[in-house]
């Protein structure tokens, strides 16, 4: 994945910034952000390419429900979006990515009402500390690659495969808090939020998976839908209806989703928004 980041350092044409009213934001991970594929083969740019309209890519690598939460208030907010896509990642999200965020106190602060660093209007102190934290990086790089080699001699990517890394978690109650803010921002603003649920590979290289249990999928559903969120499911309107979903990952190997399958996923959220609005007219 090589792009030119927009002003912000996220995955966007920097024009889109300039475009007015937004329609589409998108919040997530490294799903949203574009990994495996080149700029306008993700679903952001894959959204713009079918609607033709103005479309944020707020998604970056290794984020989890906080960080996704701030990024809405810290960038999301300024814009006030038509619709915003929480694109949630069924493998890590929950297990794992919150379970270590809620660890951080400067992220916890988003959970008090009205915290926000205004971070949209402080980009050269930002460029300034991501500066120092390459040198930092680089100065680390040979540990990283230490526990890379570690993770093949553990055969990780077949273990990954056959499904022995796949452990569910409990539903942290601070989910359903955080989505529940996140749903107050955006109402506040009169947009609307939908939540974007993405299935990862070992639902299906697994064989005699319970699709509804799986991940706790039907609970996760249950929770965001409870909470008067529209629930766009991935699993369902794409991969479930799929010949073969294999074919949607790169190399048909475990990991993120090739253009493809970035397209089927945009493709869906398209109709899922619609058929809801009409609905609700």
């Given at each position: 994945m090589i792009y030119l980041s927009d002003r912000y350092g996220f995955n966007n044409p920097?024009?889109?910034?300039?475009?007015?009213?937004?329609d589409w934001l998108l919040i997530g991970d490294s799903f949203t952000h574009s990994a495996a594929v080149q700029p306008g083969q993700e679903i952001a740019g894959q959204l713009r390419s079918i609607t033709g309209n103005s479309t944020i890519n707020l998604g970056i690598g290794g984020n989890g429900p906080l960080f996704?939460?701030?990024?809405?208030?810290?960038?999301?907010?300024?814009?006030?979006?038509?619709q915003v896509l929480w694109v949630y990642f069924e493998g890590n999200d929950l297990k794992g990515d919150l379970q270590r965020e809620k660890k951080s106190p400067l992220l916890m602060q988003y959970m008090k009402d009205g915290f926000s660093q205004k971070l949209i209007n402080r980009q050269l102190e930002v460029d300034s500390r991501l500066g120092?934290?390459?040198?930092?990086?680089?100065?680390?790089?040979?540990?990283h690659v230490r526990l890379y080699k570690t993770k093949w001699i553990r055969l990780y990517a077949i273990r990954a495969m056959l499904g022995f890394d796949v452990v569910d978690t409990d539903i942290d109650p601070l989910f359903a808090e955080i989505?529940?803010?996140a749903k107050a921002e955006v109402d506040g603003w009169k947009g609307k939020l939908y939540f974007v649920y993405l299935p990862q590979y070992e639902r299906y290289s697994n064989k005699g998976v319970s699709h509804d249990d799986f991940r706790r999928k039907s609970e996760?559903?249950?929770?965001?839908?409870?909470?008067?969120?529209?629930?766009?499911?991935?699993?369902?309107e794409v991969f479930a209806n799929h010949p073969d979903p294999f074919a949607l990952f790169p190399f048909r190997l475990p990991g993120h989703y090739n253009a493809d399958g970035y397209s089927e996923v945009a493709k869906a959220i398209v109709t899922g928004v619609n058929k809801y609005e009409q609905s609700n007219k």
């Open positions: 920097d024009s889109e910034w300039d475009s007015g009213e937004v996704e939460y701030a990024g809405l208030v810290e960038y999301g907010k300024a814009l006030k979006p038509a120092k934290y390459i040198i930092l990086a680089q100065a680390q790089a040979q540990e989505l529940t803010k996760v559903i249950e929770v965001v839908k409870g909470l008067g969120i529209p629930v766009v499911d991935i699993h369902q």
